[in-house]
């Protein structure tokens, strides 16, 4: 196990626990806005630090370059999925919302 | 390149002309278009079959791969026999839906039905043609499709539902299939007709071909609606159009019985089939109870189209009878019927269409004074409904005498009764409609609107009407085919016919 | 243990199948009649694609000569089968919408007065 | 470890499936379907099957969710509760379900490389193809050129549910149908985004439809993803504008010109003196001429996927547009 | 005289079938004007029994005379055959279709009946499938026949339109139908997987290896197929299809329709089970009793019913049952007999039926009790009863004399006393419903009046019925003074005599 090799899985550890964190909030926050809140920071963060490192396992091929494109598609979708939630919710005026774990799932694939 | 690509070409032509008729657009030529591919097509599966008759087994290999791991087209005389049935029929309810869906279908979706009926068409044939099992599987789906959309386009409100619930319960037959074909393949590693056949001969008593066996046989008994699982069927020809109907219950169901024949024959062989697995007993005995419940129902409906929807269940009980007798006289009378029923049960739904189309229903009460005052479609419908029956110089009768004496030969002196005592049955639920076109007096609301139906309605009709008594005095070309056929399958199998 | 080990993707699978083929015939609403037929043919294409499965093989795509390759046929016929479902979903989802403005119920035990029950 | 990975995901399988039985908010179930979907990709890919994780991801996962959804929209969002007996459907899936694990009993055990798939008809495709038909991803040979027929078939499926949905539905083109707009009109985050990714989606679904004989990928991927570029317009700047850029009718066209384009090539073939969809003889070189014809006919492919999806929204959303102004 | 004389024998076999389904053609081509219409049944029919004559000169003559059309299944053609039992039943038939067709114009136009053209057109339908009954050469071709004739004669049954006819009409096709599919159907399949053929030849189609058990089931099979013999308990079609037009009745049911049953019996009796094998079967001697009780039970209800028609088709089932008896008795004689029933039998009811129409038209009156001192109005008709009547009991010098004579010297010979003595009660009983009738006629006053008898009593019936009722009633003296012709004819069917010893 190389240097790199290291880098890269304490990063897919802490990817991982940011991923399990937002998990865990989705589930304990008390409405809505929070979770949506906790899910979005912390997927967004898991995605960073995921795929910084899967880039290290990489060989600098091609798969670096799709990776990079996958990063940067979901920087920009995934903020933008999260602030539709939240304003669709507020405009029809939710406020407290049990089922939204499901929901979160579900706003992933609308994009 | 005709003559080569021959076995495709039932296929191939309604597939590419249904994409054809969306880009054409306007229903007439749609129309025409469709009549002449479907025209095309019954004249290319009567030339297969007699070169199936002459020749032997055509066997098409598509893309040029060869059997195991391409695609094989594969015509023998049980496929073609039941092609010219389904692809004449196409012509005929073509000819007939022209004026038929006016009064039953929306105008803006005239272009759509004809499409959807292409390519239930090239669904169907497909079916019949192919030699490998996923193949089938798909064209079972792009009929299925079609069909449930073909259901749908009633402008009856019930019709939805009734489409809904063959959706489900087709889709879950298919899926029964998918799983049967599945195992199978997961025990062969092959899924040509013919090389599975060969394969499964080797694990004959495995659990998974068991279970692939069980399942296979579930699922086409869904599509093809026999007894227990024949729910769907009754509203979906209920309320479908009457051209959809006469359609669909003189190929759809069939061609689902030819599945069935080709699985239990071809692939799995019928010593395997019936000796080790004891099918025979479960399918005769549902064959029967389909017999007797179902024409019992069907004389006690208030709808005609109904009636001879259950009258259908009941049929197709005779055709998986002959099917479950395990002789050769019995598969062909099976294979008979397919075809003769084809003929009666086109004529009688297209009658009934007409009736529909001056009268825009189809229940009893509509049927009162019709003999008087559409002497020709009551007359079609009588000579059918006798055909039903099995009265002598019909085609039902040929297909009964057939089976009957198939169940003399193997000693089912009871099935032989029961077959003769459904028959009665038959006579009460035709009879009562007959009844009421006969002798009783319409309605006052009806009275005016009542008059002939239009002759391009009365010209498939009649053609059916004819070819149900031709056929029933001269046998040769429907007998010959059908034993021909059956003994071919029986060869298949590799297995002698079972003896009692 | 052995027998476990051969068998167990088998038995999850047949396990979803049972769960979609449940939901297909016990939901009262269309729509999840509808969900559930395709739980149950998700699970049938899992079936297939387990079969293909070679225990140390990679996806059918060359890589170099002496790769061990999964094999590649379950996976045309579920490209195929997925295609499928889908069409069947697309058709049953319009027929529920349509049986909705006919009728203004999509549940199952709603439809028993009309004399069409699903 | 494979294994492993195997067993925790279909355990999350069995546990989304389950809980689908149970819950009346239906709204939650198709979300649990569209988990399902993408769990059951993963398990494809741990499967090694690449390529159907790849369609079951956008097709089950993507397009089936968005059309329960749209129908949901419509329908209501809960299931009343079910007056049947339970007992009945419990005895056929108990029954259905001992049969196959019977069934299971005798199986080729999971894995194992002499089973008899591995050994009878699949290892020419795996050996042969890279060198009759010359394409590095076997899937594609396969579904192209050797079982092409069940491809062109698939692709008819596909059209059939275009012609069964526009048949139900059909699509109005409401002129007045901008008056009330949901949520997501008026967003003008989501219109940036959207303008920003739409391109890239395209040019995404380019590269899948003509990478797909190197890796996974190929019309019916294509098709789905660019069709979901224009869903994602649809929904963001609204449904006439969509139409706007491609009509229904225009739609229409292409779905029929996939699948004649499809079916060309086989006639084309037939002409040349050779079996229908036989591409050997599309040019002079045998492999060049599986290329020539894969390439087209996976074209056809994703034209008939793209128009039929799209047509397929257009009908879905249309009718959500109008039950909206109601 | 013979102006068939150069026709080959299949043309003159294919020429009796066609040309009364030519002559229904002609019906419906000439319906719009009913004197053109009947004018052509009238010829048609009359052609027909120069056919049939020289057809029954062909057989005299001894030449074989066949006609195989098409093949249905393998081995088993539409052939037809002419054989001397059939000859003898299509001389009947042939002849009695040109009588009645002269009553029933006279009849209808009487009557005004509506839908005139579909009751010729069916009529003529009706005696071709007779026709092709009489000579069918396989029971394939009997039965295909049978069922058309059941098919054709229904319309007529049901001819009035009203409830009560298509109650009727509903029994007629309920139980013929029934009856042919359920049971003939599957004794004609039975037979045919046992002995690969249904051809019709003389000494049976069955040999010692076959299982008796399962001959004596075929043969109560056959019995109760033939539905159209009417055997208890299958007879109530018979008094139900009695709501037809009296022409109907007459034609149908005292000639086509329960004779093709009786017929079909003799056939199956002669030449599918042979007389020495019917001997052997255990169920022949239980047939026998029911058809013996079937004679003498309905007899009896006869007695009880006050309405003429119903009064004679009770009787109609008892003779036929006699035909059945005289089969079942499995003696050369006892056949002998009972096929010259089907001809004496039908002469004696037909007149009664055309008696009992002719009533009706001319006095409207339905029930025997109104018939009294009716001999004053109507006395041709009543003398023509009185002869009818006398023939079916069977006392000379009628024609009925003949043929119960040899079926008691049948049951003499089979040492069945029992049978000898059922025929005795049966012709005591026959005279006891039939005799008073024409008696009470006579010899009792009409009520509330005693005045002498005046010539301007007369009320007759219109003139066609009186030419046929004459006509017919003629024929029953006639066949008892002169009925070597029949007689020839029965002797020439292999294997069946009137003279004691079998005609050895």
């Not at chain 2, 129902?297 to 002959?322: D, E, F, H, R």
């Amino acid at each position: 196990m190389n240097f790199l090799d290291i880098i890269s899985s304490l990063l897919l550890f802490a990817g991982t626990f940011f991923a399990f964190s937002g998990a865990v909030g989705l589930f304990r926050f008390p409405d809505f806005f929070t979770r949506v809140h906790a899910a979005s920071l912390t997927d967004s963060i898991a995605a960073i630090l995921m795929i910084a490192g899967l880039l290290l396992q990489t060989s600098f091929d091609l798969n670096t370059a799709k990776l990079i494109f996958i990063l940067v598609f979901l920087l920009i979708t995934s903020p933008t999925a999260s602030h539709a939630l939240a304003k669709s919710a507020r405009h029809g005026g939710l406020l407290l919302f049990t089922e939204k774990p499901t929901k979160q799932g579900g706003t992933n694939q609308d994009d | 390149m005709l003559e080569q690509n021959l076995a495709a070409l039932p296929i191939i032509l309604p597939l590419i002309a249904a994409p054809l008729a969306i880009i054409l657009g306007r229903t007439m030529p749609i129309w025409i278009l469709a009549t002449l591919v479907s025209g095309c097509a019954s004249i290319i599966s009567l030339q297969l079959l007699d070169t199936v008759l002459t020749t032997g087994v055509i066997s098409y290999a598509v893309g040029g791969w060869q059997a195991p791991w391409g695609i094989e087209l594969r015509i023998d005389t049980a496929n073609a026999f039941v092609l010219v049935a389904v692809t004449a029929i196409s012509t005929l309810v073509l000819l007939f839906s022209k004026d038929s869906i006016v009064k039953e279908i929306d105008c803006s979706k005239h272009a759509l039905f004809y499409t959807a009926h292409l390519l239930c068409l090239a669904g169907l044939s497909g079916i019949l043609i192919t030699g490998d099992a996923f193949n089938l599987f798909v064209f079972l789906e792009i009929s299925s499709l079609a069909t449930y959309t073909l259901v749908s386009l009633a402008r009856d409100k019930r019709c939805l539902t009734a489409a809904f619930r063959y959706l489900v319960m087709g889709t879950i037959g298919a899926t029964f299939i998918l799983i049967g074909v599945g195992l199978l393949y997961m025990k062969t590693g092959t899924l040509n007709m013919l090389d599975l056949a060969t394969r499964i001969d080797l694990y004959d008593s495995s659990r998974t071909i068991n279970t692939g066996l069980a399942f296979i046989i579930v699922g086409v008994s869904i599509k093809l609606a026999l007894f227990p699982l024949h729910m769907w069927l009754p509203p979906a020809y209920t309320h479908a159009p009457s051209a959809v109907t006469a359609f669909l219950a003189s190929t759809a169901t069939k061609v689902a019985v030819y599945v069935m024949v080709r699985f239990i024959f071809t692939i799995f062989g019928a010593s395997y089939v019936f000796h080790s697995m004891g099918m025979e007993t479960i399918l005769m005995l549902f064959a029967i109870i389909a017999i007797f419940k179902c024409s019992y129902t069907a004389a006690m409906q208030k709808n005609v189209k109904s009636t001879l929807a259950y009258s259908s269940v009941a049929q197709i009980g005779y055709m998986v009878l002959g099917i479950s007798l395990v002789n050769v006289t019995g598969l062909m009378s099976g294979l008979l019927h397919i075809f003769n029923h084809a003929l009666m049960k086109g004529a009688l739904f297209m009658a009934v269409g007409a009736v529909f189309y001056r009268l825009g229903s189809a229940d009893i009460s509509a049927f009162k004074g019709l003999g008087k005052r559409m002497p020709l479609t009551m007359a079609a419908f009588t000579l059918a409904g006798l055909s039903i029956i099995g009265v002598p110089l019909t085609v039902g009768f040929i297909s009964k005498w057939y089976l009957v004496t198939a169940a003399l030969e193997q000693s089912h002196w009871f099935i032989a009764a029961a077959v003769l005592g459904g028959s009665l049955l038959a006579v009460v639920y035709i009879g009562r409609i007959l009844e009421a076109a006969y002798f009783q007096e319409p309605d006052e609301a009806n009275v005016a609107k009542i008059s002939e139906a239009p002759l391009s309605m009365l010209i498939p009709m009649w053609i059916l009407v004819i070819a149900n008594i031709y056929f029933g005095i001269d046998t040769s070309f429907t007998t010959e085919a059908a034993q021909h056929a059956a003994e071919l399958l029986f060869q298949n199998g590799q297995v002698m016919e079972v003896k009692p | 243990m052995n027998l476990i080990l051969d068998y167990y993707n088998y038995w999850i699978v047949v396990f979803l199948m049972m769960t979609g083929f449940y939901i297909v015939i016990s939901a009262n609403n269309l729509v999840k009649k509808v969900v559930g037929l395709n739980i149950f043919q998700t699970s049938v294409f899992m079936m297939y694609i387990s079969m293909g499965k070679v225990a140390g093989g990679t996806a059918p795509i060359v890589v170099d000569d002496n790769t061990l390759y999964s094999n590649p046929l379950p996976h045309v016929l579920i490209l195929t089968a997925i295609v499928v479902g889908v069409a069947t979903t697309a058709v049953g989802l319009s027929l529920i919408i349509r049986i909705k403005r006919a009728y203004g119920t999509v549940e199952e035990n709603e439809f028993e007065h009309e004399d069409d029950a699903i | 470890m494979i294994e492993w990975i195997d067993l925790i995901l279909l355990g999350m399988l069995a546990l989304t499936a389950l809980r689908v039985i149970f819950l009346k908010d239906l709204f939650a179930v198709v979300m649990l379907f569209g988990i399902y979907s993408f769990l059951s990709a993963l398990v494809f890919i741990v499967l090694d099957a690449v390529d159907v994780a790849f369609t079951e991801a956008a097709v089950g996962a993507g397009i089936s969710t968005v059309l329960m959804l749209g129908t949901l929209a419509l329908t209501g969002r809960t299931e009343k509760e079910n007056t049947h007996s339970k007992l009945l459907p419990i005895l056929v899936v108990s029954v259905t379900g001992a049969a196959l694990i019977y069934g299971t009993l005798d199986m080729p055990p999971f894995g194992n490389p002499d089973n008899p798939i591995h050994q009878h008809v699949a290892p020419r495709y795996i050996e042969d193809s890279p060198k009759e038909v010359g394409l590095p991803n076997m899937v594609t040979s396969v579904l192209a050129s050797y079982r092409g027929f069940d491809t062109l078939g698939e692709t008819v499926v596909v059209f059939s549910a275009a012609i069964g949905v526009l048949a139900l539905l059909g699509i109005r083109r409401e002129e007045d149908n901008n008056t009330p707009e949901s949520g997501f009109k008026e967003h003008r985050v989501l219109q940036i985004v959207a303008k920003i990714t739409i391109p890239l989606v395209i040019l995404f679904a380019l590269y899948v439809q003509f990478h797909g004989d190197f890796g996974p990928g190929g019309g019916f991927q294509a098709g789905v993803i660019a069709a979901a570029a224009f869903i994602l317009y649809g929904l963001v700047f609204g449904l006439a504008k969509s139409m706007a850029v491609i009509s229904p009718m225009f739609l229409r066209y292409m779905a029929a010109s996939g699948v004649l384009l499809y079916a060309g090539v086989g006639l084309f073939s037939m002409m040349q003196g050779g079996n229908f969809l036989d591409y050997n003889l599309l040019a002079s070189d045998p492999v060049a001429g599986q290329h020539y014809g894969i390439l087209i006919i996976e074209l056809g492919v994703g034209i008939t996927v793209f128009a039929v999806m799209l047509t397929i929204f257009y009908a879905f959303a249309s009718q959500t547009e109008r039950s909206n102004i109601q | 005289m013979n102006i068939w004389q150069g026709f080959e024998p299949a043309t003159l076999i294919a020429l009796s079938i066609c040309i009364p389904f030519i002559g229904a053609i002609l019906v419906i081509a000439t319906g719009k004007s009913p004197n053109l219409r009947e004018a052509s049944t009238l010829a048609i029919a009359a052609l027909l029994f120069t056919i049939v004559l020289a057809i029954t000169d062909l057989t005299f003559s001894g030449v074989g005379q066949r006609l195989d059309l098409i093949e249905v299944f393998p081995q088993l053609t539409i052939s037809f055959s002419v054989e001397p039992l059939g000859v003898l039943f299509a001389l009947v038939a042939s002849f009695l279709w040109i009588i009645t067709t002269i009553y029933a114009i006279g009849y209808m136009r009487g009557h005004n009946e509506k839908n005139q053209t579909r009751f010729f057109c069916c009529f003529a339908l009706a005696i071709s499938s007779v026709m092709a009954i009489c000579f069918s050469d396989n029971l394939l071709t009997l039965f295909i026949f049978y069922e058309v004739l059941t098919l054709s004669t229904y319309p007529l049954v049901t001819h009035a339109g009203n409830d009560a006819a298509k109650k009727g009409g509903r029994i007629y096709l309920g139980i013929l139908l029934g009856t042919s599919v359920a049971f003939l159907l599957f004794a004609i399949l039975g037979t045919y997987s046992l002995t690969g053929t249904l051809d019709f030849k003389a000494g049976g189609i069955f040999d010692a290896s076959h299982s008796k058990l399962v001959l004596s089931c075929l043969l109560v099979l056959f019995c109760y197929g033939i539905g159209k013999a009417a055997i208890m308990p299958f007879h109530r079609w018979l008094p139900a299809a009695m709501v037809a037009p009296t022409p109907v009745s007459a034609l149908l049911h005292a000639v086509a329709v329960v004779k093709a049953g009786v017929f079909s019996i003799l056939k199956v009796m002669i030449y599918i089970f042979g007389l020495d094998m019917l001997k052997e079967l255990s169920t022949t001697d239980v047939m026998l009793y029911i058809g013996a009780t079937t004679v003498l039970l309905s007899s009896c209800i006869a007695m009880t019913k006050d309405n003429l028609k119903a009064r004679l088709a009770y009787s109609t089932v008892s003779q036929l049952s006699y035909i059945v008896v005289g089969a079942l008795l499995a003696t050369s004689i006892a056949s002998a007999g009972a096929a010259m029933h089907i001809a004496t039998h039908a002469v004696g009811k037909i007149t009664l039926f055309f008696c009992a129409g002719a009533i009706m038209v001319a006095s409207h009156k339905k029930n025997i009790s109104d018939m009294v001192g009716l001999g004053r109005q109507m006395p041709i008709t009543m003398t023509a009863f009185a002869i009818g009547a006398i023939s079916i009991i069977g006392l000379p010098p009628m024609a009925g004399t003949w043929s119960k004579w040899y079926l008691v010297l049948g049951a003499l010979e089979a040492d069945k006393l029992f049978i000898v003595a059922v025929l005795m009660i049966s012709s005591l009983l026959n005279i006891a419903y039939l005799l008073p009738i024409p008696v009470k006629a006579f010899f009792y006053p009409q009520e509330g009046q005693n005045t002498p008898w005046d010539k301007h009593d007369i009320k007759e019936a219109p003139l066609p019925m009186l030419l046929a009722l004459t006509i017919t009633s003629m024929g029953c003296l006639a066949l008892f003074f002169y009925p070597q012709p029949l007689l020839d004819l029965i002797n020439l069917i292999p294997g069946i005599s009137t003279q004691l010893d079998g005609g050895r």
